[in-house]
């Protein structure tokens, strides 16, 4: 069974600029203009106003609820729903064993803890 991938056809930034200055520049030379415009002008018309609008509301600005607060109250909810965890002691001896300088094991002892 053969499979086929399809080549992806990413592009660097590089390639991506040689383009669209090659493009610009055949647009311009087949009697294209180019209009430059101030910074903060818009090419909407004066009357329509639809894309702004969904930025500014008549509503009252909402106050704000700043995330250290919100954080440090779930520290303290959590610390308060979890009760303290204390480990039992096992009533069984444990076995430990003893090494020598040099890392190797000499015996076994059981220790009760």
Do not use: F, V
């Given at each position: 069974m053969v499979r086929e991938f399809a080549l992806i056809n990413r592009s660097s930034k590089h390639s991506v600029r040689n383009e669209l200055r090659r493009k610009t520049e055949e647009f311009v030379s087949r009697g294209g203009e180019i209009k430059h415009h101030n910074a903060g002008e818009t090419g909407e018309s004066q009357g329509n106003n639809k894309s702004r609008s969904a930025f500014i509301s008549g509503e009252p600005r909402k106050t704000?609820?700043?995330i250290n607060d919100v954080v440090s109250a779930l520290d303290e909810?959590?610390?308060?729903?979890?009760?303290?965890?204390?480990?039992?002691?096992?009533s069984r001896p444990k076995k430990k064993i003893i090494y020598d300088d040099f890392g190797e094991a000499i015996r076994e002892v059981w220790v009760d803890q």
């Open positions: 704000r609820t700043y909810r959590k610390q308060s729903q979890i009760p303290s965890k204390k480990p039992a002691k096992s």
